[in-house]
């Protein structure tokens, strides 16, 4: 059983930062692309950015500029640091890790944007 573990949510205010970590097995760190999903209610599951074995990065539009993917090797952690946090960031967010046809998840960590 693979195991992802995230921390790092939490409640924070409009044009805040938060920074999340995703924790994974060496095996899989090193070769499978680690990712962050993210749900808000009432809508699917969508893809926040990701970060490849080799380093290349991929961001969806609306976080480009305030959030950023990074990873450190030694660790086997993946971070997803998150300034000018708005209210429509509201969700669960979910590690993912996937390579070929393996897909894992992490259980998920709430981060609600709220004044």
């Known amino acids: 059983q693979v195991q992802l573990v995230e921390s790092g949510g939490g409640l924070v205010q409009p044009g805040g930062s938060l920074r999340l970590s995703c924790a994974a097995p060496?095996?899989?760190?090193?070769?499978?692309?680690m990712g962050w999903y993210r749900q808000a209610p009432g809508k699917q599951r969508e893809l926040v950015a990701h970060?490849?074995?080799?380093?290349?990065?991929y961001y969806e539009d609306s976080v480009k500029g305030r959030i950023t993917i990074s990873k450190d090797n030694a660790k086997n952690t993946v971070y997803l640091q998150m300034n000018s946090l708005k209210p429509e960031d509201t969700a669960v967010y979910y590690c993912?890790?996937?390579?070929?046809?393996?897909?894992?998840w992490g259980q998920g960590t709430q981060v609600t944007v709220s004044s």
């Open positions: 060496g095996s899989i760190f090193r070769l499978y692309t």
């Open positions: 993912n890790a996937r390579w070929r046809g393996d897909v894992y």
């Open positions: 970060i490849t074995s080799g380093g290349s990065t």
